[in-house]
T-cell receptor, first 119, second 111 residues
């Protein structure tokens, strides 16, 4: 249980194009999903919190017009990198909160990540 | 703000025990986690501990929490080459919900 998928797993695009990344909770519903960004050999940095049916909450320094987040259903959140540039190249990871066995507090389960390379 | 720190690298021989350490600053941390990340992959939840616990054991994994010193450790017994990965500790509190991650510790297991 608590499987999170991401699509695509990797993408190469030209500078100036937009890229959409999907995050799905496969066997559970997630009212809240999180989007993280990871640069090589670095830790995960939270970009935004995606809430189903409402606007995403962005972390300081993350441009909401650049990284569009849509959480249209309880099992799907999308991150669109608009007008991508080479500095947007990174590993993007989503997570979804679920109630793990034996826990009363939801914990986060992570997708496999999407590697974006902008040429 | 919240801060979580880890040593960057640990090398052990196969069969030995590995101990990965983590310190955090947020005294309101309620839940602490250990995640494993293999190259090019997402994060796998290994284990977790509540702040009102001192120790948790799960097969080869032992988590120790010193809440007074805000110190968390992960011990892997009988370390195998398949344990080579980056290990992240993370914390959250009930109010914040998002995770704050450490920088990750790269574990290298020598055959």
């Amino acid at each position: 249980g608590a499987v999170v998928s991401q699509h695509p797993s990797w993408v190469i695009c030209k500078s100036g194009t937009s890229v959409k990344i999907e995050c799905r909770s496969l066997d559970f519903q997630a009212t809240t999903m999180f989007w993280y960004r990871q640069f090589p050999k670095q830790s995960l940095m939270l970009m935004a919190t995606s809430n189903e049916g409402s606007k995403a909450t962005y972390e300081q320094g993350v441009e909401k017009d650049k990284f569009l987040i849509n959480h249209a259903s309880l099992t799907l959140s999308t991150l669109t990198v608009t007008s991508a540039h080479p500095e947007d190249s990174s590993f993007y990871i989503c997570s979804a909160r679920a109630l793990a066995p034996g826990l009363v507090q939801e914990t986060q389960y992570f997708g496999p990540g999407t590697r974006l390379l902008v040429l | 703000g919240e801060d979580v720190e880890q040593s960057l690298f640990l090398s052990v021989r196969e069969g030995d025990s590995s101990v990965i350490n983590c310190t955090y600053t947020d005294s309101s941390s309620t839940y602490l986690y250990w995640y494993k990340q293999e190259p090019g992959a997402g994060l796998q939840l290994l284990t977790y501990i509540f702040s009102n616990m001192d120790m948790k054991q799960d097969q080869r994994l032992t988590v120790l929490l010193n809440k007074k010193d805000k110190h968390l450790s992960l011990r892997i017994a009988d370390t195998q080459t398949g344990d080579s990965a980056i290990y992240f500790c993370a914390e959250t509190d009930t109010g914040r919900r998002a995770l704050t991650f450490g920088s990750g510790t790269r574990l290298q297991v020598q055959p």
